[in-house]
T-cell receptor
Framework: SQTIHQWPATLVQPVGSPLSLECTVEGTSNPNLYWYRQAAGRGLQLLFYSVGIGQISSEVPQNLSASRPQDRQFILSSKKLLLSDSGFYLC????????????FGQGTRLTVV | GENVEQHPSTLSVQEGDSAVIKCTYSDSASNYFPWYKQELGKGPQLIIDIRSNVGEKKDQRIAVTLNKTAKHFSLHITETQPEDSAVYFCAASKRGFKTIFGAGTRLFVKA
């Protein structure tokens, strides 16, 4: 069966520090991968998606970047965090062609102080 | 791109009553409409979905309806229980790719 791992679960970082959140998927190949952000009390905003290794699309301009160095690995990064980067970050995957459900990781709660 | 509107943002019902959450979408090419339930501190989990070739789908106490012409879809929960309390998200996508979510509805079921 497929599983998705996301870490860390919580993170407190000072303003201006770098960020690296990692997500890996097991049990499937060539998944579509996504990073979402959920601000407090709000919906899920799609940040990045990837259909293959090295292929990253950004949905909104921001202080973050994403990379996909391996087929089932998706990394969310920032060189210098801002206060406004605080939120709940969720990694998700869906199957390739004719996909349906998106499966979510447990999320990372990032607090920038 | 796709835009999904969800109402209400908060819903409070008495245990045993029904709850209805409504969503609209903008992209007529969207053909897959999942509903997710998110409990505190966790990632969303799919509870039911509907495809554009179906008008209604039911799974025990949960049902979804879809009106393609009006680009509306709704979640209906009957005989609500305290454990139904959570945040519910509607979403739309083309065959599951680039799922776009509504803003969420926080449902409170009072015992």
């Amino acid at each position: 069966s497929q599983t998705i791992h996301q870490w860390p679960a919580t993170l407190v970082q000072p303003v201006g520090s770098p960020l690296s959140l990692e997500c890996t998927v097991e049990g499937t190949s060539n998944p579509n991968l996504y990073w979402y952000r959920q601000a407090a009390g709000r919906g899920l905003q799609l940040l990045f998606y990837s259909v293959g290794i090295g292929q990253i699309s950004s949905e909104v301009p921001q202080n973050l970047s994403a990379s996909r160095p391996q087929d089932r690995q998706f990394i969310l990064s920032s060189k210098k965090l801002l206060l406004s980067d605080s939120g709940f970050y969720l990694c998700a995957w869906s199957a390739g062609s004719f996909s349906t459900e998106a499966f979510f990781g447990q999320g990372t709660r990032l607090t920038v102080v | 791109g796709e835009n999904v509107e969800q109402h209400p943002s908060t819903l409070s019902v008495q245990e045993g009553d029904s709850a209805v959450i409504k969503c609209t979408y903008s992209d007529s090419a969207s053909n897959y409409f999942p509903w997710y339930k998110q409990e505190l501190g966790k990632g969303p989990q799919l509870i039911i979905d509907i495809r554009s070739n179906v008008g209604e789908k039911k799974d025990q106490r949960i049902a979804v309806t879809l009106n393609k012409t009006a680009k509306h879809f709704s979640l209906h929960i009957t005989e609500t229980q305290p454990e139904d309390s959570a945040v519910y998200f509607c979403a739309a996508s083309k065959r599951g790719f680039k799922t776009i979510f509504g803003a969420g509805t926080r449902l409170f079921v009072k015992a």
